[in-house]
């Protein structure tokens, strides 16, 4: 059982690996990192409309609904909290649910904020999901899509990326520190808390290997702001 096991983690790490190496990977890695304010996926609207009132799910986006999960011990109130996601904000209930929008098209960064319109947690939503979360496990995959330069590939990569890096044991321990600086901190991923740059470069080499060659001199994911977003609205 276990050798099965660690045969399917190897053969699931070795085609994330195929993926991140292809061509298209590597032209792109000229680009340069993109900013916060870009990874979501670009603005819901085009040329002639209006953007539509907060909490009011633009036309052409998918529906969907999720749950917040806090680290334990965080004082957050979820009720006071919401969703940041294609220029549209939409709040969290009491119970921890919301209902955003998201691209058809693939992945979408959303950005879970605190009262006061603070980053807290982040998650990749891919519209082939069967379910949708914000949590330090989603935060954790998030961080290392980032980190892997996932974000310069076409859209399809793009989802089948989130879908590895979610299935792979290693998250467990970014997400364990993601768990832990956040009760401590609530903006922890903005203020770059140190711990957490040490357990994404850990997490990147166990899951993708040290020889992966990313865009150069921005790609180092023990840097949390570059390319690996902070959760710093810009």
């Given amino acids: 059982m276990g050798k099965t096991l660690d045969r399917q983690v190897e053969e699931s790490r070795r085609a994330l690996r195929a993926i991140l190496t292809r061509r298209d990977f590597v032209a792109a890695a000229g680009i340069g990192a993109l900013g916060l304010a870009g990874c979501g996926g670009g603005s819901p609207t085009g040329p002639g409309t209006t953007t539509p009132p907060p909490g009011t799910i633009p036309s052409g986006l998918q529906t969907i609904t999720g749950t917040v999960s806090l680290p334990a011990g965080s004082s957050l109130n979820p009720a006071t909290m919401s969703v940041d996601i294609l220029t549209q904000t939409f709040p969290v209930s009491a119970s921890s649910g919301f209902t955003i929008g998201i691209s058809s098209n693939g992945p979408s960064l959303g950005l879970l904020l605190?009262?006061?319109?603070?980053?807290?947690?982040?998650?990749?939503?891919?519209?082939?999901?069967?379910?949708?979360?914000?949590?330090?496990?989603?935060?954790?995959?998030?961080?290392?899509?980032?980190?892997?330069?996932?974000?310069?590939?076409?859209?399809?990569?793009?989802?089948?990326?989130?879908?590895?890096?979610?299935?792979?044991?290693?998250?467990?321990?970014?997400?364990?520190?993601?768990?832990?600086?956040?009760?401590?901190?609530?903006?922890?991923?903005?203020?770059?808390?140190?711990?957490?740059?040490?357990?994404?470069?850990?997490?990147?080499?166990?899951?993708?290997?040290?020889?992966?060659?990313?865009?150069?001199?921005?790609?180092?994911?023990?840097?949390?702001?570059?390319?690996?977003?902070?959760?710093?609205?810009?």
């Fill in 114 to 234: 605190d009262a006061g319109g603070n980053g807290v947690l982040m998650a990749m939503f891919d519209p082939g999901a069967t379910s949708y979360a914000i949590s330090p496990r989603t935060t954790a995959v998030a961080l290392l899509y980032y980190a892997t330069s996932a974000y310069m590939l076409p859209a399809s990569a793009m989802s089948q990326i989130v879908a590895l890096l979610n299935g792979d044991p290693a998250v467990a321990a970014l997400e364990a520190a993601v768990a832990q600086a956040v009760a401590a901190d609530p903006h922890a991923l903005a203020n770059n808390a140190a711990p957490l740059g040490s357990a994404v470069t850990q997490a990147v080499q166990t899951i993708v290997g040290t020889s992966l060659k990313g865009p150069p001199d921005t790609a180092s994911p023990g840097n949390l702001s570059d390319p690996v977003p902070t959760l710093m609205l810009l």
